[in-house]
Every structure is written in C-alpha cells, then in structure tokens.
C-alpha cells in the first residue's frame, strides 16, 4: 500500500510537471466542449438555389416567397432557361434548382396533378439531401394551403390529415444538448485510452522500465500506479466538462442519478485504461503508440453515433459500431442526461462495458507478462 | 563465497539467428572487483541483463547470491544494484525525487542507507532540486550510482558506467568502486575501454559472445607469448603498411605514438636488420624499443588466435 501510493505521487507528480500534457487533459476538453456543439450543427442553412420560372403567376410567386422565408434558402439566380441555371450549378453558385413549368398554377387551379422538377448538386451530400428534403416539405405545404383553400372556396368541407411532431427529451431542439454529452464521452475516452498508452511506453522509451523491473517492485503495484491517475484525471476532466461547460455555458442539466452516471464513467475508464495498457504492451515507443492508438480512436469515434446515427449505416458498419465500446457509454450518457434513463434501462450498457473492462485487461495483463 | 555464478550460458536472438552469448562461463568471488573487457556488441549487456533477471537465456546456469536466476528473481532483485548502459533514471523528476523514489521501493530510505552513499552524494547534492534530465554527463552517472546503491545492494551490476563520460570523471568513478569494495560489495562492471581494465581485480575479455581469457590483469598480460616492440617514424601510416608487408614481423597494429611489432624471430639482430630495411625504404626518425603489452595487445592478440582458429 505504501509503494502504490508513492508510485501515485510520483506519477501525479510527473504529470503536472509536463507542460506539454497538462493543457492537453485540462484545457483542451473545455475548448472542445465550447466549439464542436457550436459548430458540428446538422442543421444547414444558407443553400443556393436558382429557380427557372416557366410560369410566372401568383402561385410560382407564393412558392418562390415561401422557399426564400423559410430561412434555409438563398436566391441566386432567377431565370426563364434550365440550361442557363444549369451553369450556376456547373459553376458551384448553386446548390438546387427548381424548375416551375408553364401552365403550373393554371393546371393546379383546374385540379390536374402538376410536377415541379428538383435538379440537386450532389457533390456536397448531406447539403443536396437536406435541401431537397427541406424544399419537398415547402412544396407540400404549399400543396396542401392550396387544397385548403379550394374546399374553403367551394364549401365542400372535408378534413385533411395534420401531423405535428414534439421533440421529447430536447423540446427546442437544441442541438448542443444531444452534442455535448457525445462530446464528454469522447473526452474520456481520450484521456483513457491515449494518455495512458503514451504514459507507460514513455517509460519503455526513456529506458526507466527496465530500472524498475530489476526492483523488488510489484507488477500490480506498477500497473495500478500507471492506471489509476488516468482514471481520476477521467472523472475530474467528465465532471469539469459536465459541471462547468455542460451546466455554466449550455444550461444542461443531468435528468438521470448522477450517481449512476458516475458509476458508468468509472467503469468505462476502466475498460478504456485497459484498452491503453494493451497497447502500451505492444509498443516499444511513443511514436508507435500515437499511431495505433490515433487509428482506433478515429474508428472508434466515427462508428460510435457521436456525428452520424448508427442505424442508417450499413448493415457491416452497425456490426463495427456495435462491437465498440464508446458507442455504449455515448449512448449510456445521452440517455441519462438526456433522458433520465435509471440503472434498468442500461443494464445492457453496463453489461457490455463490464465485458470490455475485462476483456481489455485482461488480454493486457497476458501481454504484459509475457513481454517481460 | 561465490556470489555470481555463470555456467554454459547460452542466449540468442531472432530465434537463434544471432547468437550473443556462447556457452559462457565465470565466477565473481564475494568482495570483488570483477571486469567484463570487450567491444561493443560482445554479449556484456546480455550478460548483465540475464543476470539482473531481465531476460530469459537458452541454456546454461546461472545463480546471484546462490539464488537461481530463473526461479529465484524476487530474492535477487531485493539484493542486486543496478545501472544499465542507457541513463534510466526519471529525467522530470529531481536529484532528490529520484533517490528517494528508488529508496522507497526498495522498502528503506535515504536516511537509512546514507553512509553508503554519502561520499557521491555530496558530489551532486548541491543539485539536488534540479531534475534529472538537466544534468551533466558525469553527475548524471554519480545519481545513477547512488541510485543503485541507495537499498545496499550485495552485488553491484554495473554496465558501461563509463561510456560517454570525460576522462576526469571516469578516473573518479573507479575510485569510487574501490571504496565500495571495502564495504564488500561485489561488483561486476564492464567496459569497452581497455586501459580500465588494469583497475578490476580479475577480468573476463569477452569478443563474438565467448570468453577468450579470465584472469587478474597482470596474469592475462603475462601470458602474452612473444616480446613486444614499439616503434615509430615520421610517416606512421607507411610505416604500418611496410611492416605488415614484412616477413620478420608476426604481427603490427597501431597504437597511438608507437605501432606495436612482435616478431617471428625476436632477437636483437633480426630487430636491426628489420630497422635497416625499413631505413631503405626512406623511412626517416626510425625508433624501436621493448614495450610491456597492455591489455589491449594481449585482446588482438587472443582475438586473432580465435579467429585463426575458427577460420581453419
């Protein structure tokens, strides 16, 4: 007990010695925490569309003045030729075009079915689709104001179907609030797994390893002194995040038992720590170490549902994802600061994560001893 | 007593692509002051890291304090001091930080053990609070010393302690290890530089992962087979080349001022008639004088006879 806890000051006292590293675990986290919400929005705004009106009436002007109100919508071309607005697109100055035929609200007004034809430059994906499903919606609307209206005129009255949405959980949307507990989640992970890989391997590096194995020294004790201040410095950078970025500047306030939040960051670290300690046993230097933990975390994060909703992946990539432990404890914290969810509804989490703390170290543990 | 035991010690690497040590054997009395004499890549570090219990060997046998390398290692660790070649200490933490971190997981403390070290100690205690890293060649070799010494080891593995450390310093490291030897402690060191090897009391010189010769400095140079000259002239590097050239001459290599010459017939008339042919060649300043050997002669000298040897 002695040793281990002079083995702790010791690395505690390594850590906060390193200039390098201590902005790396403290500040780091905290900028992370005020930009990417901010930034990573899903919604888009300011699409380019060049509208070729064919028709010219009241209803293509309604249409054209319901697309540039919604917001979402720039005019950047108003023309009489496709080929002409075709250029904008070539051209990269806009992102959609709508095509109005002539005849479209006379036809309407007769009660013919009319098309209105979307051309979508696709090279930016995720702008064409949002935009071509934004503009679909307008285009309904305007579909069904004018239905409205004609039963109203003709006295006719025959009900249409209204669907209105509520946001649970996240009532306005906001989308820092589904971003930010990802965003802690990501943190820990990096704390767990990164800095702890590159800590042990410094000391295979820098040759100290090797004073230390011809010491009466324990490999447990060793072991532990080497994990358990990643794991403190884990929760205090989640508290720091969840406290004072997640409660002062975002407003969020934990719905579930913080008890039973901590309880998951603790174990996640564990199995992260784990995770680090592995790699650490296969690498002889920093730099090895920085590469091959730099490839999982990048795996990791993009197949864990922080940015991209893991059920419109491919059927393989799900499989990926659900082989991952970060995707359990990014959904474990949104469903509880989100959400509120108790301990039953993430038995399963939990259970996988205990699964990877166990796997991870001990696969870990049998490296260890056998490399040295 | 005998406290290192090395027997039939055989270790490779690359799965028995390079062999490093070749059934190698020595024993270190208590107390003393034992010597491993060879170049680099001769196997020395092999050695010491089986015997520190860092690495696994193929066969052979091999004991410290009687205790069995391969099972006993816990018992071992407990008793032995020591400094690998590489710096290994914390280079962010102190002077002071750092001999009380060895301290401590050796179970004892600075306090305890201080007389042992007190000597170096006060050498690099005005540094105390400056870390590690930031010291210079020959403190950081005295901190590791104290290091390895702070839990009063009974044995003392100390691999090239010396590399890389100007020549004031290197003379003060050996005083030190002869004062530690009055406190009994058995020491093995090693070394690539010849001229510390007249400073242990027995020395193993070792070449290609085999011991060529074991014995006091004094006994090794005594068993040199043949008279030994020096000699020298203004243009030292002709000079070589004829020499080699030279039937008379059974061996010459350089050394500093004098090449050193044994000869195949040394007798005194056969020296001047060397020294007349060379003088025909145009070799100005000729001077040939009887030398002593010194390790170094008597290290080419077994080298060549091995290779000779292993050639046929």
């Known amino acids: 007990m002695r040793t281990l806890i002079f083995l702790l000051k010791k690395e505690f006292r390594q850590i906060f010695r390193n200039k390098a590293l201590l902005p790396v675990i403290f500040v780091m986290p905290i900028i992370q925490l005020l930009i990417l919400p901010l930034a990573a929005d899903y919604e888009i705004k300011n699409i380019s569309i060049g509208i070729v009106d064919h028709d010219r009436s009241t209803v293509s002007r309604d249409l054209i003045n319901r697309i540039v109100g919604s917001g979402y919508f720039r005019l950047v071309d108003y023309n009489a030729s496709f080929d002409q607005a075709f250029k904008k697109i070539e ?222 992946m491919p059927e393989w990539s799900q499989w990926i994802a659900k082989s991952n432990p970060v995707t359990y404890f990014i959904e474990v914290i949104r469903m509880n600061v989100l959400k509120g969810s108790g301990f039953s509804d993430i038995k399963l989490h939990v259970g996988v994560m205990v699964f990877f703390a166990i796997f991870f170290n001990s696969w870990a543990i049998l490296n260890y001893r056998k490399t040295s | 007593m005998v406290d290192v035991k090395v027997q039939n010690v055989s270790k490779s690497y690359e799965k028995g692509k390079v062999l490093a040590l070749n059934e190698v054997s020595f024993e270190v009395e208590k107390g003393e002051l034992f010597g491993l004499i060879g170049p680099d890549g001769a196997g020395k570090t092999s050695l010491f890291r089986i015997l520190t219990t860092l690495i696994d060997f193929d066969q052979g046998e091999a004991s410290v304090l009687s205790f069995d390398v391969n099972k006993d290692l816990k018992k071992i660790r407990k008793e032995v001091g020591y400094m690998p070649g590489r710096f290994s200490l914390y280079q962010d933490l102190t002077v002071e930080e750092n ?26 205690e005005p540094f105390k609070d400056r870390k590690a890293g930031k010291l210079s060649g020959g403190m950081k070799q005295k901190l ?14 100390l691999d090239e302690p010396t590399t890389g450390v100007d020549t004031v ?144």
């Not at chain 1, 959609?96 to 098309?115: M, N, Y």
């Not at chain 1, 042990?200 to 060793?222: A, L, M, S």
């Not at chain 1, 730099?287 to 990048?298: C, G, K, L």
């Not at chain 2, 590791?144 to 593995?157: D, G, N, T």
Request: net charge negative; with cysteine; aromatic share 10%.
């Open chain 1, 91 to 312: 051209s990269d100055k806009a992102d959609l075009i709508l095509e109005i035929p002539t005849r479209f609200s006379a036809s309407i007004g007769a009660g013919d079915p009319q098309k209105l034809f979307l051309a979508v430059n696709a090279i930016n994906g995720t702008k064409a689709n949002l935009g071509a499903a934004y503009l679909s919606s307008i285009i309904q609307q305007l579909g069904s104001d004018l239905i409205l209206e004609k039963q109203l005129s003709s006295g006719s009255a025959f009900s249409s179907i209204n669907v209105v949405s509520s946001n649970w959980f996240n009532p306005t949307m906001n989308y820092a609030f589904f971003m930010v507990p990802g965003i802690l989640a990501l943190l820990v992970t990096m704390v767990g797994a990164y800095l702890c890989a590159l800590n042990i391997v410094k000391e295979k590096e820098i040759g100290t390893i090797e004073q230390i194995n011809v010491t009466p020294i324990r490999k447990h004790h060793f072991i532990l002194g080497k994990l358990l201040p990643f794991w403190i410095i884990g929760i205090v950078v989640f508290t720091i995040g969840l406290f004072v970025v997640g409660y002062g500047v975002y407003g969020i306030v934990p719905q579930g038992n913080i008890l039973v939040l901590y309880a998951c960051v603790a174990l996640y670290l564990i199995a992260l720590l784990g995770l680090g300690l592995l790699i650490s046993t296969y690498s002889e230097t920093q730099q090895q170490a920085m590469s091959v933990t730099f490839f999982f975390m990048m795996i990791f994060l993009l197949m864990s549902g922080l940015f991209t909703p893991i059920e419109s």
């Open chain 2, 99 to 124: 001999l009380e971190f060895f301290a401590t997981i050796f179970n004892t403390s600075i306090e305890e053990n201080y007389d042992l070290v007190r000597e170096i100690y006060v050498q690099i």
């Open chain 2, 144 to 157: 590791a010393l104290c290091c390895a010494l702070i839990h009063r080891p009974k044995v003392l593995f």
């Open chain 2, 169 to 312: 310093s290197r003379k003060e490291f050996w005083e030190m290890l002869k004062r530690l030897k009055e406190q009994e402690i058995t020491i093995l060191v090693s070394t690539p530089y010849m001229d510390e090897a007249m400073l242990c009391e027995r020395i193993a010189l070792i070449q290609h992962g085999s011991i060529m010769s074991i014995d006091s400095p004094k006994g090794i140079i005594s068993k040199y087979p043949d008279p030994l000259y020096g000699i020298k002239s203004a243009d030292m590097s002709r000079l070589l080349r004829l020499l080699q050239d030279q039937e008379r001459v059974k061996s010459a290599n350089s050394f500093g001022e004098y090449h050193h010459v044994s000869l195949v017939e040394p007798d005194s008339a056969n020296m001047d008639r060397l020294l007349d042919s060379l003088r025909m060649e145009g070799l100005e300043q000729l001077e040939m004088k009887p030398i002593k050997p010194s390790i170094e002669d008597c290290f080419i000298h077994l080298m060549k006879e091995q290779h000779g040897e292993t050639s046929h």
